[in-house]
Structures are given as C-alpha cells and as structure tokens.
C-alpha cells in the first residue's frame, strides 16, 4: 500500500530545533521528486523543501535558507526536515509529498524545485503539527 508517514512534530521555543521524518512505503523516494509542505492557520499550503528525483537536487524556499536542510536516506525510504533556528512564524502543519519525477537529466536537475513552486504531487501524507512559541 502506497503511504507516506510524518513523525517528529512538536512544541518548541523560538530558536529551537525539530527534525520531521517522512517514512515512505509502497514506492522508492529515490524515484520521485519528494518535499516539505506547511499550512498556517488562515493561509494556503506553501512549498518549503523539496528534493529531486536520482541525485537529489535540493531547493528551499528563501525564508528558511541557512536554517532548514532536507535529506533522505534511500535505504529506509525516509525523508527527513532538519529545522533549525525556528521562528514562530514556522508554526504550521507539516506534509511530506511525492511526485513522479522526470527521467531526463536536464529536467531531473528542478524536479524538487518544481514539486516545491507548484505541488501537483501523486502522494501526500497525514501532516505533523509544528509549533513554536515561549
């Protein structure tokens, strides 16, 4: 069964760290563009951390550049959020997102960027609570 799985979520005070955890079944991350998404209370969901499919190409969204970095570990199937430095505008709930990604090179280099600016994805999950606040 195809699912995906957030863990990792929490309270935490400004200037904090979390890391979120995607576990993923039923397919191979390695082969989909997959990312970070949030939604704040009263706005849409945004793209935060994507990665590409194959070699893993990274795009952050430009307010959490120098504090978050996405990785996954291929051997099991995970995807991980390493937040660092969090503001209490980061209070949103989190999803992880899959999306087949491209088999050309060219287009395989902004497979995560594109996920991430437009998340037209295949999977998603159940999301995970991130608050930061004193």
């Known amino acids: 069964q195809v699912q995906l799985v957030e863990s990792g979520g929490g309270l935490v005070q400004p200037g904090g760290s979390l890391r979120l955890s995607c576990a993923a079944s039923g397919f191979p991350l390695d082969d989909y563009a997959i990312g970070w998404f949030r939604q704040a209370p009263g706005k849409g969901r945004e793209g935060v951390s994507c990665?590409?499919?194959?070699?893993?190409?990274?795009y952050y969204v430009d307010d959490v550049k120098g504090r978050f970095t996405i990785s996954r570990d291929s051997a099991k199937n995970t995807l991980y959020l390493q937040m660092n430095s969090l503001k209490p505008e980061d209070t949103a709930v989190y999803y992880c997102a899959a999306s087949r990604g491209p088999t050309k090179p060219t287009f395989m280099l902004i497979a995560g960027q594109a996920l991430c600016q437009r998340p037209s994805a295949d999977y998603w999950g159940q999301g995970t609570q991130v608050t930061v606040s004193s």
């Open positions: 990665i590409s499919n194959g070699e893993g190409r990274t």
